[in-house]
């Protein structure tokens, strides 16, 4: 079955430093959703990139989906505590179904 | 509107009990999503419903899991019997109709602890 594979597992940065987080799927996807989810609590969705090569910016937040819709990155500028969390890519598989990747645990020393 | 909600949020039961999680979706979404979240595993599809009919039911682990929506406000999720493996939080999710925006918006989760 469609497989999105997400690295790192973990990344610890010192705060103000950059991160980024990569996804791959095994086959080529309709869509690609990041969600975000704090310690404790549940997936929250960030955002949607439909079309090839797409790039979208959410303040210090940059999504990518590549040019053959298999791979997307998150990258974020200068975190903050406040970004603290799992982030995790979900590619679409068709008919509103997703396939979570494992998520990268981002933690931050302040 | 209140968003998805879960119950409960927290359910700690003796292997070989019925356990049954419930889930109230978004008032207007017709699909209904349940996950299952592990450290080892991450978050898993369990079935996924769209107008109230299960479409894939692949991701459920055994004939000891079954899912239900007997109606568009209302699912369920039951185990039996459980087993210690089945701890994990298990999410809800629902998103509206297929069109332009598909993000599923998540229940706050039901931690089972299964002893």
């Known amino acids: 079955g469609q497989q999105v594979m997400q690295i790192p597992q973990y990344q610890h940065v010192q705060e103000g430093e950059d991160f980024t987080t990569y996804c791959n799927s095994s086959?080529?996807?309709?869509?690609i959703q990041w969600y975000k989810q704090r310690p404790g609590g549940h997936p929250v969705f960030l955002i949607q990139l439909v079309k090839s090569g797409e790039v979208k910016k959410q303040k210090r937040l940059t999504f990518q989906f590549g040019e053959a819709k298999k791979n997307s990155s998150l990258h974020i500028t200068a975190t903050q505590t406040t970004d603290v969390g799992t982030y995790f890519c979900?590619?679409?598989?068709?008919?509103?179904?997703?396939?979570f990747g494992q998520g990268t645990r981002l933690t931050i020393n302040p | 509107d209140a968003g998805v909600i879960q119950s409960p949020r927290h359910e700690v039961t003796e292997m070989g009990q019925e356990v049954t999680l419930r889930c109230k979706p978004i008032s207007g979404h017709d699909y209904l999503f349940w996950y299952r979240q592990t450290m080892m595993r991450g978050l898993e599809l369990l079935i996924y419903?769209?107008?109230?009919?299960?479409?894939?039911d692949s991701g459920m682990p055994e004939d000891r899991f079954s899912a239900k929506m007997p109606n568009a406000s209302f699912s369920t999720l039951k185990i039996q019997p459980s087993e210690p493996r089945d701890s994990a939080v298990y999410f809800c999710?629902?998103?509206?109709?297929?069109?332009?925006?598909?993000?599923?918006?998540f229940g706050q989760g039901t931690r089972l602890t299964v002893v």
């Open positions: 979900a590619g679409g598989a068709g008919a509103q179904k997703l396939v």
């Open positions: 419903f769209n107008n109230n009919v299960p479409i894939d």
């Open positions: 999710a629902s998103s509206p109709p297929t069109g332009v925006n598909t993000e599923a918006f």
């Open positions: 086959t080529t996807l309709s869509n």
